[in-house]
């Protein structure tokens, strides 16, 4: 083949050519000239060779000598009787930081160092092994008992990568034993600014430090409790295009219901997990429609895989 070939191509059919290559190969041909190494860190290629990617799974593995990151490529199929599932690992890797992982959108990590909660956020590309830390700012000063939470994911239109971090003050009544927020704040970092920007909360909400938002459709969901107005459960959605936040309503449930938050393919779901006997799973048919809340899947506990769970009174 002639060498220059590749070089009297257009950047699209360039692309397209080695957006279906394997991981393991993109990385070595980040080596082979500059122009190749700038168009394949470009945003059009990643979004190319996403939508020809199969799904993978990145799994941390905390040892006491060592903390590993593992990645895995899988194909699953749905066979209810005769249920497989057929991975392959793509890379393993450490990083010189304990960096919990806490999302994942379009190829990156987000992680957080959990002895130096609530800083130590770090985004991660685990193909290349580069990271970077987002400095918090000056001013922010964490103090117990205050409430923090994190988000990570891309906005719909100008795919920019976006970290969330809501934190509040939560304050018990010794008298009425009912919680209020005096004080909350959102702070957004833009990959690629180097610095946070505060953004309008909207209504004071009870989120969970246990939980991260769930990202779906260009926007991140929490489960939050609303102890101001309706006293219940809601879902409280943030637009990472238009940073506006929004709320909507779950299923009917237990008020004592151990709910859980995600995303499963283009849907977001919830999992109800109080019972001792079963999981169930609703999923949201039609995104952002209250009504199309559907009870999906029920699944049955085997008394040799039950774990410690908590149960809210």
Request: proline share 4%; glycine share 6%; aromatic share 12%.
């Amino acid at each position: 083949m002639d060498q220059d070939f590749f070089t009297n191509l257009p950047s699209e059919n360039i692309i397209d050519i080695l957006s279906r290559i394997p991981v393991r190969t993109i990385v070595q041909c980040k080596c082979v000239c500059k122009s190749w190494f700038n168009l394949l860190k470009s945003g059009k290629f990643v979004q190319s060779h996403l939508s020809k990617s199969s799904d993978g799974l990145a799994v941390f593995q905390s040892e006491r000598s060592s903390d590993l990151y593992k990645i895995y490529e899988f194909k699953d199929e749905l066979d209810l009787q005769h249920h497989e599932l057929h991975y392959n690992p793509i890379t393993t890797f450490n990083l010189p930081y304990h960096g919990q992982i806490e999302g994942s959108a379009n190829g990156l990590l987000f992680l957080r160092d959990l002895r130096r909660s609530p800083n130590g956020l770090y985004v991660c590309n685990p193909i290349t092994r580069e990271y970077i830390e987002l400095h918090c700012p000056q001013d922010f000063v964490y103090s117990y008992p205050q409430v923090v939470t994190h988000g990570f994911g891309t906005s719909k239109t100008t795919s920019q990568y976006k970290v969330v971090r809501i934190f509040h003050d939560c304050i018990n009544n010794k008298n009425t034993h009912q919680m209020r927020i005096p004080k909350s704040e959102c702070q957004v970092y833009t990959l690629g600014t180097g610095s946070w920007r505060r953004i309008e909360l909207g209504s004071p909400l009870g989120y969970s430090c246990r939980t991260i938002g769930a990202f779906l459709n260009g926007n991140l969901h929490w489960l939050v409790y609303d102890f101001e107005g309706s006293r219940s459960t809601l879902v409280s959605c943030f637009d990472l295009e238009t940073e506006i936040f929004s709320t909507f309503n779950l299923p009917k449930h237990d008020t004592r219901s151990l709910l859980g938050l995600f995303a499963l393919g283009d849907f977001l779901c919830l999992s109800d997990n109080s019972s001792d006997d079963e999981i169930v799973v609703w999923l949201m048919q039609e995104y952002g429609v209250e009504k199309s809340w559907t009870k999906k899947f029920v699944i049955s506990r085997s008394p040799n895989f039950l774990g410690e769970y908590f149960q809210r009174r």
